[in-house]
């Protein structure tokens, strides 16, 4: 167990999400891979405490600043989704830009 | 043995997070996330950092089991019993997706990183709470306002009227 | 040693097994009297009553079921997971014998190997679309101005805690119902007096009787459908030994405690208060009439749980059944208005609250005359 | 009385101890009026009916609906017992623990969260109306008592100055939480029932909907299901007992014994009260749990917190 190996997780989880968040057309499966690149942060938030800095808590307080900010992320992002389900019917990105015109 | 414990969460993370964008059905890639969400969890056990660890998996599968009613709410084709791609630009996304892998990986791994200083504390769980109650509280203040305005936006946005106020208060 | 020994073990699990069969009652209009008769027999075998056909060894049709009504019955069966036996009560008396005759075969090492054998995972359906012959569902408006899916749910005829013959067809949005239909089941005989309200050449006593079972069959419906069994099996109990003959002022002994119990519930009150709301003036357009129409204010299910505890109590005491029929004027085809005031009231509500509205009606469909179809539905 | 961690031997008898209680809570279920029994005549042969009960399910062949999600159904079937096992692991009896989590009160409110998903899962998989309203009502009944139930265990962790379970046991040495926590043991044990499927809060598995979650489950299945219901309803008892009745504590008998009877104490109360007590809709008990559960027991942390400043 290294920082160097929980790094790599983490950019792992990092950029699969991306993949997700780019790829996607639905509003909910781009918030999921959302979720999944801050479930990465997470990772190394935590590993940089333990390797680094155990004696301080600040690692451990970015882990729940960046759990809170991922319920955060979720509720605007249902929020969201059921307004623009409600008012345009849709719930994919593309549409959802084309509503601009 | 120490490298077993670290790697079969990992794996399952990481695998369990493509398979989300892979699966057709809503469900299944959901609880995909939350399985993913559940190995980290684990990663941070092997931490020491077993309270953060099990909140992890408590926020999450939460969080998960009331995404999957919006998913299967809003999505076409909620079980995936009809195979189809929601999916654009695919192979950018794949391309720039493992760019920033290498890049990351590449930082991760060529850095030097500072050595450790300090020891883990008897009781990282007192230490996190002390934290929070002391030197991070105005963190703490702002994030517990942040969550506030959240709940109050995110009702405004939702709701077209309130559901209770059609028949006058008590159903 | 082996292999013997591992038959004999099998044969001791099917003993046992069949000590408790789960039986599935598909009840036809105008068989209420054998209903009970099978009830009771299926309570002295030591059998329970399945929930679902998923639940069920047995499928048993009481009475003479119409075409549609044998359709339901025939696909309730192919859900019947085996061992699995089925029969028909057809006449009066015959249920025990039917029960007893068809239990024993579930131990048999046939149902076992039909059980074993039968395949129902690859169901034949098109592939493609819609996969596996399923229709998708559509959308509708809904009060959440969301446009949700819509789901169509017939309710009935084979349900637990439900009128025997009766089927309300539903569209749900989540497990709301938007709007909803119902209809009675033509009975394959033409049909008697209801067993309810025996015609006014019976004894007074029996009348009686009949009238405070029925308040006590559709007091356990209602107890049942609000998830509090204990309640419910104290009131079926009641109504058979009423039914049994047994002398009225000693059930109402016993039935005294019970009403106290079932009143004094506060949950009870709290989940059944200001639900399904009958106005006056509404019971009277509808032409609703008998307890339904005489619950006091506020006129919810709880208003009219009341009133059936009241009038069976008084039944009980001895006074003559107040319209001379549990629902109403027999002869004017109470159930018929019941039906129409749970119907229209069912639209909106959730299911848990639709069936408890519905319950708190009790419409009887085996009475001659009974509605053929009432609609209601949301804007 | 001090608590440790056992060797890991002691899983094998904590999990026969998880199944000898649930085994029985179903037998008194089955022996109380208005139980599983349904009409059956009283006496002995009422309470051996959950041993025929499993021997008909075991020779029942597992019935599948047309297009249900096979893998999901398994996860939905097996959660409930897997996830009791794992609750219990962090329950102490007398003064060994299984697994000596330092925040074993959060583990076990993780583990009910968990529930969420695997209850809706079976819920949802068979692609059938009633299971699936079961489902979305366990939901919807969660998010009713869930915050409650997470104060109600945070209650004894502010006593004791810790999120261990082993150092709650130990701290109610001179008094149990009980007596000055009376609240939150109550909420605690609504929402063991929340969980477990159990009586007023049994709708996502009641009547009207044709055995809800239920519905559809059949042999193996069923029995698996049925029988994770008791086991949750026995791992909550058990962490009933831990957190406010004093845990192993008790005169003359070894410490792993009183835990059982205590737990034993707990179950039969929950099991006894299905029966007196009518059924709760889903709506109203998320408006139970937001306008009344909620407020008295954030009143019941304050009172403790206030009591745990004072003595300091």
């Known amino acids: 167990m290294t920082l160097d190996l929980f790094l790599l997780l983490a950019a792992a989880l990092f950029a699969v999400g991306l993949y997700g968040a780019l790829s996607q057309q639905s509003v909910v499966m781009v918030m999921?891979?959302?979720?999944?690149?801050?479930?990465?942060?997470?990772?190394?938030?935590?590993?940089?405490?333990?390797?680094?800095?155990?004696?301080?808590?600040?690692?451990?307080?970015?882990?729940?600043?960046?759990?809170?900010?991922?319920?955060?992320?979720?509720?605007?992002?249902?929020?969201?989704v059921t307004l623009l389900f409600r008012a345009k019917d849709v719930d994919t990105t593309d549409t959802a830009a084309e509503l601009k015109r | 043995m120490e490298g077993l414990l670290f790697?079969?969460?990992?794996?399952?993370?990481?695998?369990?997070?493509?398979?989300?964008?892979?699966?057709?059905?809503?469900?299944?890639?959901?609880?995909?996330?939350?399985?993913?969400?559940?190995?980290?969890?684990?990663?941070?056990?092997?931490?020491?950092?077993?309270?953060?660890?099990?909140?992890?998996?408590l926020m999450m599968v939460m969080e998960m089991a009331i995404m999957a009613v919006f998913m299967i709410m809003f999505m076409m084709n909620s079980a995936g019993l009809m195979p189809m791609s929601m999916v654009h630009n695919r192979r950018g996304a794949l391309a720039l997706s493992v760019g920033v892998f290498l890049s990351l990986a590449a930082v991760a791994l060529l850095t030097p990183w500072p050595e450790r200083r300090g020891t883990v504390p008897e009781d990282p769980t007192r230490s996190v709470g002390t934290g929070v109650m002391e030197t991070k509280m105005l963190v703490m203040m702002g994030v517990g306002a942040v969550l506030f305005t959240t709940i109050v936006a995110a009702l405004v946005l939702a709701a077209s009227r309130s559901r209770y106020d059609v028949r006058g208060g008590r159903r | 040693m082996g292999v013997r020994g591992a038959r004999r073990g099998r044969g001791r699990l099917a003993r046992r097994a069949a000590g408790c069969p789960h039986v599935l009652l598909v009840v036809c209009p105008g068989a209420t009297g054998l209903r009970l008769e099978t009830e009771a027999a299926l309570a002295a075998l030591g059998g329970v009553r399945a929930l679902s056909p998923a639940d069920a060894d047995v499928l048993l049709v009481v009475g003479e079921p119409s075409a549609e009504l044998r359709r339901a019955a025939e696909v309730t069966w192919s859900q019947l997971p085996g061992p699995r036996v089925r029969g028909v009560v057809a006449g009066p008396g015959r249920a025990e014998d039917v029960l007893r005759r068809l239990v024993p075969l579930l131990g048999s090492a046939e149902q076992e190997a039909d059980a074993a054998d039968?395949?129902?995972?690859?169901?034949?359906?098109?592939?493609?679309?819609?996969?596996?012959?399923?229709?998708?569902?559509?959308?509708?408006?809904?009060?959440?101005?969301?446009?949700?899916?819509?789901?169509?749910?017939?309710?009935?005829p084979v349900l637990p805690h439900w009128p025997a013959g009766l089927v309300v067809d539903t569209r749900l949005q989540g497990d709301v119902v938007?709007?909803?239909?119902?209809?009675?089941?033509?009975?394959?005989?033409?049909?008697?007096?209801?067993?309810?309200?025996?015609?006014?050449?019976?004894?007074?006593?029996?009348?009686?009787?009949?009238?405070?079972?029925?308040?006590?069959?559709?007091?356990?419906?209602?107890?049942?459908?609000?998830?509090?069994?204990?309640?419910?099996?104290?009131?079926?109990?009641?109504?058979?030994?009423?039914?049994?003959?047994?002398?009225?002022?000693?059930?109402?002994?016993?039935?005294?405690?019970?009403?106290?119990?079932?009143?004094?519930?506060?949950?009870?009150?709290?989940?059944?208060?200001?639900?399904?709301?009958?106005?006056?003036?509404?019971?009277?357009?509808?032409?609703?009439?008998?307890?339904?129409?005489?619950?006091?204010?506020?006129?919810?299910?709880?208003?009219?749980?009341?009133?059936?505890?009241?009038?069976?109590?008084?039944?009980?005491?001895?006074?003559?059944?107040?319209?001379?029929?549990?629902?109403?004027?027999?002869?004017?085809?109470?159930?018929?208005?019941?039906?129409?005031?749970?119907?229209?009231?069912?639209?909106?509500?959730?299911?848990?609250?639709?069936?408890?509205?519905?319950?708190?009606?009790?419409?009887?469909?085996?009475?001659?005359?009974?509605?053929?179809?009432?609609?209601?539905?949301?804007? | 009385?001090?608590?440790?961690?056992?060797?890991?031997?002691?899983?094998?008898?904590?999990?026969?101890?998880?199944?000898?209680?649930?085994?029985?809570?179903?037998?008194?279920?089955?022996?109380?009026?208005?139980?599983?029994?349904?009409?059956?005549?009283?006496?002995?042969?009422?309470?051996?009916?959950?041993?025929?009960?499993?021997?008909?399910?075991?020779?029942?062949?597992?019935?599948?609906?047309?297009?249900?999600?096979?893998?999901?159904?398994?996860?939905?079937?097996?959660?409930?017992?897997?996830?009791?096992?794992?609750?219990?692991?962090?329950?102490?009896?007398?003064?060994?623990?299984?697994?000596?989590?330092?925040?074993?009160?959060?583990?076990?409110n993780a583990m009910d969260v968990c529930l969420w998903a695997v209850v809706w899962l079976a819920g949802w998989s068979p692609d059938s109306p009633y299971p699936l309203v079961g489902g979305y009502r366990y939901l919807a009944q969660a998010l009713g008592y869930e915050l409650p139930l997470m104060f109600a265990l945070t209650a004894p962790a502010v006593a004791a100055g810790s999120l261990d379970v082993g150092t709650v046991v130990e701290a109610q040495d001179g008094l149990w939480f009980v007596v000055w926590m009376p609240v939150a043991f109550l909420v605690l044990l609504v929402g063991v029932a929340g969980f477990s499927l159990w009586g007023p809060l049994g709708a996502p598995g009641g009547g009207d909907v044709a055995g809800g979650v239920f519905a559809e489950a059949s042999g193996v299945d069923r029995l698996l299901l049925l029988a994770g219901r008791y086991a949750l309803l026995t791992a909550g008892a058990a962490m009933a007992v831990a957190l406010f009745l004093g845990g192993g504590a008790g005169p003359w008998l070894p410490g792993w014994l009183w835990s059982l009877l205590k737990t034993l104490a707990v179950l039969g109360c929950l099991v006894v009260l299905r029966g007196r007590l009518p059924g709760v809709r889903p709506q109203t008990v998320v408006r139970l749990g937001w306008v009344v559960a909620l407020p008295v027991v954030l009143l019941q942390v304050l009172a403790v917190s206030i009591v745990v400043v004072v003595e300091g």
Not at chain 3, 121 to 131: F, H, I, L, R, S
Not at chain 3, 135 to 147: H, I, K, N, V
Not at chain 4, 73 to 78: L, M, S, Y
């Open chain 3, 118 to 156: 039968r395949d129902d995972t690859a169901v034949p359906g098109p592939e493609g679309d819609p996969p596996g012959g399923l229709p998708m569902a559509d959308r509708a408006e809904d009060r959440d101005g969301l446009t949700l899916d819509v789901l169509r749910v017939a309710l009935g």
């Open chain 2, 7 to 57: 790697w079969s969460p990992a794996v399952v993370a990481v695998g369990a997070g493509i398979a989300v964008f892979r699966v057709d059905s809503m469900a299944r890639a959901t609880y995909a996330l939350a399985l993913s969400f559940v190995a980290v969890g684990l990663e941070l056990l092997l931490l020491d950092l077993a309270y953060l660890g099990v909140v992890t998996v």
């Open chain 4, 1 to 108: 009385m001090t608590v440790e961690a056992a060797p890991a031997w002691a899983a094998l008898p904590v999990l026969a101890a998880l199944l000898a209680l649930a085994s029985a809570a179903a037998v008194l279920d089955a022996a109380s009026p208005g139980g599983t029994a349904g009409a059956a005549p009283r006496g002995p042969a009422r309470a051996a009916r959950p041993l025929a009960e499993t021997a008909r399910l075991l020779r029942q062949r597992r019935h599948t609906t047309a297009v249900r999600d096979g893998l999901l159904w398994q996860v939905g079937v097996a959660g409930p017992v897997v996830i009791a096992a794992l609750m219990v692991a962090v329950v102490p009896f007398g003064g060994q623990v299984v697994a000596d989590v330092p925040v074993g009160v959060v583990w076990f």
């Open chain 1, 32 to 80: 999921m891979g959302l979720e999944l690149m801050i479930n990465g942060v997470v990772v190394a938030a935590a590993s940089f405490w333990y390797f680094v800095a155990p004696a301080q808590p600040d690692g451990q307080v970015l882990v729940l600043v960046v759990i809170s900010a991922m319920t955060v992320e979720m509720a605007m992002g249902f929020a969201v």
């Open chain 3, 178 to 379: 938007q709007s909803a239909t119902a209809r009675v089941l033509r009975a394959r005989a033409a049909r008697g007096p209801s067993y309810w309200a025996p015609g006014p050449d019976a004894s007074p006593d029996l009348r009686r009787g009949r009238c405070a079972a029925s308040h006590l069959d559709a007091l356990a419906r209602l107890l049942s459908v609000t998830g509090w069994a204990g309640a419910a099996s104290g009131a079926v109990a009641l109504r058979d030994r009423l039914l049994a003959g047994e002398a009225h002022e000693r059930v109402r002994a016993d039935f005294r405690p019970w009403r106290r119990r079932v009143e004094g519930s506060r949950l009870l009150r709290w989940c059944t208060r200001d639900l399904g709301v009958l106005l006056p003036a509404d019971a009277r357009r509808l032409g609703v009439g008998g307890p339904a129409a005489r619950a006091a204010p506020p006129h919810d299910v709880s208003a009219r749980l009341r009133q059936w505890l009241v009038e069976t109590d008084a039944v009980l005491g001895g006074a003559p059944p107040p319209d001379g029929g549990p629902r109403g004027e027999p002869a004017a085809a109470p159930s018929s208005a019941l039906l129409g005031a749970a119907v229209e009231l069912l639209p909106g509500r959730e299911l848990a609250e639709a069936r408890t509205v519905l319950a708190s009606f009790d419409p009887d469909p085996d009475e001659p005359g009974a509605a053929p179809s009432v609609a209601a539905g949301a804007s």
